[in-house]
């Protein structure tokens, strides 16, 4: 790994890419992105289905996306410190009981406010436990990261596009009472295949504190224009577009198209996350983030359908090209991160750059309702729209992210984690997401 003083110990990868670690991995992350992707449909039926209207969703909604940003990189430095797998299957054991819980309620009856919020909470904070890793681990259970992340990222637009559409079904023909209770079972079926993970050993080291650990972490993110520079792109399209996106854009299709609309949009931009994944295993710019930023001009497409909300197949045509914008610049960006960020920090130097993307995030739902109410529901979309084409600009003006150039492939030896004290200066990272703001 770049920026490594020198191995640990060093094992033989497999040149393919199906080996059974990865495999497990693989249905780990599908399986937790289907129930996840449940959520935001589910819930946004639900606050409007008791009465809690535009603010309820954004209330909730932001309250999980807050303590998941505010925790995330306590999560990244226990990662570094402990290993990732232990802290992964805990917040899978503590988003099943979350989630199950709020099933039960939905079903037995009208679940308060606060309860909703409390929940909520908890799951951003089980999430924050679990996000570190899905990073730190790829290079562990696979041999070509780049390749790896494109299967990751087409399996993920599988269900992205799955979960959405079972959720939009099931709130339509029984309650979102039953989509938590699916998503809990995901959470159980991730948790079981972590556990099964054969990995290699871990050396970590805990001579240092955590004030330490952070202040390691902060430094090799600073260090790094093109990190803090993408870092700043998000806030204003957490703000204006992520944050917004889920709670007006629920209304305004619901209120166009019925309430299994909503889901099926979800679903037609996981499709398009499908076909921008498939592309970005075959297609590897010289130069990533400019490649992906090329890409994330498709991505304004999103808000701009839901601002319109046109006839059904022009919605869901909108949404999908905008996944696959999305989706082809998340794969460049995550195979970024894991090759320039030196392995024994990665999880640290993760864990910034996630608590950076989608910081703003909560802010947006929390003043979408309010925001909407003084400028219209359809105008503050536009807004978003000109918001998302104008941070794809800037991913594209910037010269230290336009400029980056991709990491040349390592040989077949990988290292296992080194002492931090150990590790020379390594280069970046960045995940994110639908990751992110997945």
Known sequence: MPGASGPVEGRAVPSRL???NFGLYFTARVVSQVGDTMIPVATAVAMLSLGYGVSGIGFTLGAWMGAYALFVVFGGVLADRFHARPMMVGADAARLLVQGSLAVYLWLGHPPLWFMITGALVGGIATAAF??????LVPQVAADAQQANGVLRVSEGFASMAGPAVAGSLVAAVSPGWAFGIDALTFAISGACMLALRLPPFLPDRSASTLANLRTGWEEFRSRSWMWGVILIWWV???LVWGPITPLGAVSIIHAHGRAAFGYAEAAFGAGCIVGGIVAIRVRPARPLLGGGIAMLLFPLMPLAAALAPALPLLLLGYAVSGAGWAFWGVQWATTVQTQIPEDRLNRVAAYQVAGSILAVPLGQVIAGPASGLFGLHR??????????????????????RRLRRVAATAEVRVTHLPADGAADGAHLKRQGSDSAQ
């Open 18 to 20: 199906w080996t059974p």
């Open 131 to 136: 996000q570190p890793g899905t990073s730190s």
């Open 237 to 239: 399209l957490g703000v």
């Open 380 to 401: 503050f979309l536009l807004v978003a729209t000109a918001a998302a084409l104008g941070c794809a600009v800037a991913l594209l003006a910037s010269p230290p992210i």
